[in-house]
Structures are given as C-alpha cells and as structure tokens.
C-alpha cells in the first residue's frame, strides 16, 4: 500500500516511526547521562557534595524541597529562583550575591547545576506522562 | 547582569572570536557565553544534546521544532 515491502498499513507506518523516535529518544537519554555526570561529577570547583544536594533541591517539586547544608540562605533562595522562577531574578539580588563569599565560578556551577537538574525533572515528568506513567 | 568570567572568554581564540561578534553584533548573546565557559563541564555536552534535540529529528521539520520551543519558552517567560 505505501510502496515498501512489509509495509501493508497506516498502522505499520506508524509503528515504523515510533520505531525511529525510541532510537532518538535513546541517543538523547545516552546524552543526557553524560551531561548529567560531567555537572555532577566532573571536574570543577565545586566540591560534588553540594553540587548533588543543589541538584536534589532543584529537581524536586517546590514545596518538598530537601535542604542544602551549609548553603547561605541568599544563596539558597537565588537557587530555588533559578529552579522554579528563572525570570524572577533581579540584578540586585545577583549583585548581592557576587558581592558575598562564593566566587564567581562557584556560581556559575551552582546555577548550571540547578537549572540542569530543574529541566531534567520536567524532561522526566514529560515522558512519563507519554509513556502512561503519572 | 552577567558574569565577567564569562563575558572574558578562556582562550586566545575565544576572546577574539567574542570581540568580532561584539564588533558585528554589540554583545554575545548570553547562551553562547554560557557553552563557551568550561565547555567540559557543561557547554560540550549540552551542545550535543541540543543539536539532536532541534536538529536530527525527522518527525518534525526544524520549523515545528523551533515553534515547540518558542512556545515552551513564552510558557517559562524565557525569551527566546
């Protein structure tokens, strides 16, 4: 019917390009592993222990957050921002930031490391959803 | 606000390409500056990710994809 052998139906079709967007699907999870070790755990100035608790915080739902040890509370609220309300973010309160104890390296690891962990739990909640999970 | 350490760029090379596309465009835009800094740690392997992402499926043409994406981005009030 379509012009290819073994292709009878529309519904063989479309189980040929479900077919095809699993094997993306798998490339894209395979990348995304790697993105998710190199933040957490590669190289960088960041010790990895908070890099992972910020990861956690971020990833989960706002009102079950777990807490970050050690994080000063102006830190842990520009986070949560970066999280749940990117657009939120003021230059003051970035401002106040770079003007306190973490460096400007640490900051950019922080915020990489929560904003990656924020998509990545929607990316999640997204697929599940499609796949008939919750 | 940004970052200067990202704005300085870690090369030779990187600073003068962010000097020609200051030349061309007035400022580098902010996602470029975010891949280019410490590209092991972050830049390299989320470039990857969004080039399959936006460019190699062959479901939807990169047209469809960008709409998906502009929307997406509206719905975060991210501009895009």
């Known amino acids: 019917m379509f012009g290819l052998p073994g292709l009878a139906s529309a519904r063989d079709l479309g189980r040929l390009i479900d077919c095809g967007l699993e094997v993306l699907v798998k490339r894209i999870e395979a990348i995304i592993h790697q993105l998710r070790e190199a933040v957490m755990s590669g190289p960088a100035i960041t010790d990895t222990v908070r890099r992972r608790s910020v990861a956690r915080r971020a990833g989960a739902p706002a009102d079950a957050a777990p807490s970050v040890h050690g994080l000063p509370d102006a830190l842990r609220a520009y986070l949560d921002k970066v999280a749940h309300v990117p657009y939120r973010i003021t230059d003051e309160q970035f401002e106040a930031l770079r003007g306190s104890d973490v460096s400007d390296d640490e900051l950019f690891e922080l915020t990489v490391a929560a904003a990656l962990s924020a998509g990545l739990a929607r990316y999640e909640r997204g697929m599940a959803a499609l796949r008939g999970g919750r | ?80």
């Open chain 2, 1 to 80: 606000m940004r970052l200067a350490i990202l704005e300085r760029g870690q090369s030779p090379l990187q600073r003068a390409l962010f000097g020609i596309v200051r030349m061309v465009a007035g400022r580098v835009p902010g996602p470029i500056l975010a891949f280019s800094y410490k590209q092991r740690f972050f830049g390299k392997h989320f470039v990857r990710l969004l080039e399959h992402c936006m460019r190699r499926t062959r479901h939807w043409s990169v047209g469809d994809v960008e709409l998906f994406a502009a929307f997406v981005s509206k719905k975060n009030k991210c501009a895009y």
